[in-house]
């Protein structure tokens, strides 16, 4: 059973730029969640989705993010008119079913560069 | 709210010595707790977790974590370091009421001198 997949690893940027970072989660996990890591801190949870549903989008800056589950393919998010403090890793995690105890197992991330 | 702090940013120790990671937690509800190693470039893997069936949880690698409710602590220890224990630590907790979203701490950076 593979592991949560995220693509591409790298990304680089100009300012104003768009950025989508892809993530196929495990097999028969329906519940994605994203989350970023800015140097040298913690994670902070983005948004959770389930197939063609946004779940909690509470962690998601207002402006330029988005993020979308379609009932085919991968979890997008889509940084639009990327700025410098945008850059980060940006972390996927996925799991079978929706309850506290439940694990999220985590993709290794992509590593965004905004220049 | 809730929130998870874990003291030390840094921590040293050598081979074979004992290790101690701290955290300590704030929840207005029984919470669930998490601790998660991250390698360098790498995405983050389930260390262990706690979810109110025993205080005392063991994990891989050798690893262990006890719930204190008391000192609303999750400690990680290993009684012996090993190099390849060398990584980026973070406790993380979730409860009942917060929906989805996992809270972590700001990580321990562990180095393991030969």
């Known amino acids: 059973n593979a592991g949560v997949m995220q693509n591409p690893r790298h990304l680089v940027r100009r300012r104003g730029q768009e950025a989508r970072l892809r993530c196929s989660p495990m097999k028969g996990h329906s519940h994605v969640y994203w989350y970023r890591q800015l140097p040298e801190e913690g994670l902070k949870f983005m948004v959770y989705?389930?197939?063609?549903?946004?779940?909690?989008e509470s962690g998601m800056p207002k402006e330029r993010f988005s993020a979308e589950f379609p009932k085919e393919g991968p979890s997008i998010l889509r940084i639009q008119q990327v700025v410098r403090g945008d850059s980060a890793a940006y972390f996927c995690?996925?799991?079978?079913?929706?309850?506290?105890?439940?694990?999220?197992?985590f993709g290794p991330g992509t590593r965004l560069l905004v220049l | 709210a809730q929130s998870v702090t874990q003291l030390g940013s840094h921590v040293s120790v050598s081979e074979g010595a004992l290790v101690l990671l701290r955290c300590n937690y704030s929840s207005s509800v029984p919470p669930y707790l998490f601790w998660y190693v991250q390698y360098p470039n790498q995405g983050l893997q389930l260390l262990l977790k706690?979810?109110?069936?025993?205080?005392l949880v063991k994990g891989i690698n050798g690893f262990e974590a006890e719930f204190k409710k008391s000192e609303t602590s999750f400690h990680l220890t290993k009684p012996s370091a090993h190099m390849s224990d060398a990584a980026e630590y973070f406790c993380a907790v979730r409860q009942e009421t917060s929906g989805s979203r996992l809270t972590f701490g700001e990580g321990t950076q562990l180095t393991v001198n030969p």
């Open positions: 995690a996925s799991s079978p079913r929706q309850t506290p105890q439940e694990t999220q197992y």
């Open positions: 989705l389930q197939k063609e549903n946004i779940i909690d």
């Open positions: 706690y979810t109110s069936a025993a205080t």
